[in-house]
């Protein structure tokens, strides 16, 4: 049985669990012995610009931030891990994998660049731990592809060739990868969906969504017996108070509904991603689909200052997104230089800073919220149904060797006694002001 709780000045301590006598107090929060859904993994997307940090590390320190990130007995422990497909907003530049004009059977398709950037980032966590999964998505179509003809702003060019090739790419993209070593489990088809920006993006209607899906990369992959899993992501639906303005406020789902509604669309959908806004629309997909599995594809990045605060509301996002009915959390930028800024000038959080002067690993506050979660949850638990007081700033899984892994904030200014109650014994937890905290009890 253990304990371990961080706070703004002790990141990872260990402390004494209390039991009580069966019924001396008032339980705060109870577990139930009821399974919601399985947990498939955590994990963080590999970016140009988080291997240019990393290369500023000695190798051995090198290996220490690797370890820990991915090695199933490091810190934590990753399982689910993203790339982009071509340039994300934290590449080095613009590219994508082929921008010749008209190339429609894609003779000049190359991930030459990758091999300098993404490739061994992958392959040196893939080393560490051979079982990860691996999901990509593109930020954007290459430019020739699009209305106008940009990296940024724009949409697909909806014409026959133009879409039987781009599902080329697709495809183009999953055997270059195999030939490299590299298994792509899953193609989301669009980073952000509603994102019109000035990095790397492209827009999207459900209705184009469907009918990309259900009439070319569907059957492009089976025509080339690819055994990828397509999923329907990442989905950033418009916020609500947007929708509102518009009379769209039913609208939150209506990607992910506009596609499942329809069986052929449906017959090639494995999952569905959601990030950022996409919060507001999850509930409602999982109601109404939840045979599918679901996933948190984008952690919400903040401002490239890494505060308490700022990690206090992440572990809202785990909370809400496990509650909700996901299988795997995604961070986004795992390593980062100081203040993270991208390529086109917006600071974002990171798990881990490294400055480069000083060869310096900083371990954020959001890698602790991470870690709690990471490194105690294996693949394949289970998240289990709560009831009490503390139901909303908790969230509790079993592993399948019967350990139970209670995951608790206490957002309060001030320590909060927390007495939890499972089979009839009680534990209580003193828990300090603004922490995070895992508690693994031996379950059954």
Same mark, same amino acid.
């Given at each position: 049985m253990r304990w371990i709780s961080s706070?703004?000045?002790?990141r990872w301590n260990e402390k004494d669990v209390k039991v009580v006598t069966s019924q001396e107090k008032q339980s705060s929060l109870m577990i139930t012995s009821t399974d919601r859904q399985l947990v498939e993994g955590f994990g963080g997307c590999f970016n140009e610009l988080g291997y240019e940090a990393l290369s500023f590390l000695s190798e051995e320190d090198r290996e220490q931030v690797l370890y820990h990130l991915f090695h199933p007995d490091g810190d934590c422990k990753f399982s689910v891990c993203r790339l982009p497909i071509g340039a994300s907003d934290y590449a080095l530049e613009w590219y994508s994998l082929n921008e010749h004009d008209d190339d429609y059977e894609m003779e000049h398709f190359s991930i030459?660049?990758?091999r300098k950037y993404l490739i061994p980032y992958i392959k040196e966590a893939l080393r560490l731990n051979p079982n990860l999964t691996l999901f990509a998505s593109p930020w954007s179509p290459p430019? !020739?592809?699009?209305?106008? $003809?940009?990296?940024?702003?724009?949409?697909?060019? !909806?014409? $026959?060739?133009v879409l039987e090739a781009y599902a080329l790419y697709f495809v183009k993209f999953i055997e270059a990868y195999k030939q490299e070593g590299i298994t792509i489990h899953q193609i989301h088809v669009q980073n952000e969906v509603v994102a019109?920006? $000035?990095?790397?993006?492209?827009? !999207?209607t459900g209705e184009q969504l469907r009918e990309f899906i259900r009439d070319y990369l569907g059957p492009a992959f089976e025509q080339h017996h690819i055994e990828t899993e397509i999923w329907l992501g990442t989905i950033n639906a418009p916020e609500p108070w947007d929708e509102w303005l518009k009379g769209k406020a039913q609208d939150h789902d209506a990607y992910a509904h506009t596609v499942l509604?329809?069986?052929?669309?449906? $017959?090639?959908?494995?999952?569905?991603?959601y990030q950022w806004a996409g919060k507001y629309g999850i509930q409602r997909t999982v109601l109404s689909y939840p045979e599918l599995r679901y996933m948190q594809t984008e952690n919400e990045c903040g401002d490239g200052t890494n505060t308490w605060a700022y990690a206090k509301y992440i572990f809202n996002l785990y909370q809400h997104y496990f509650t909700n009915g996901v299988n795997s959390y995604i961070y986004w930028n795992m390593v980062l230089q100081p203040k993270g800024r991208s390529t086109w000038g917006w600071e974002q959080n990171s798990m881990l800073t490294i400055e480069k002067e000083r060869q310096q690993v900083t371990q954020n506050p959001e890698y602790f919220v991470m870690k709690h979660f990471s490194h105690f949850v294996r693949p394949d638990a289970q998240l289990i149904e709560t009831t009490g007081s503390w139901t909303g700033n908790s969230l509790v899984f079993e592993n399948t060797d019967g350990a139970l892994i209670v995951v608790i904030q206490n957002p309060f200014k001030e320590e909060r006694e927390v007495v939890i109650e499972h089979n009839g014994q009680q534990y209580s937890f003193n828990l300090e002001a603004e922490s995070f905290n895992s508690l693994v009890l031996n379950g059954k």
């Open positions: 706070t703004e000045s002790q030459e660049r990758d430019t !020739w592809m699009k209305t106008p $003809k940009a990296y940024n702003y724009g949409t697909l060019r !909806w014409e $026959k060739e019109d920006q $000035k990095f790397p993006s492209c827009v !999207w509604s329809d069986p052929e669309a449906y $017959k090639y959908v494995s999952g569905v991603g």
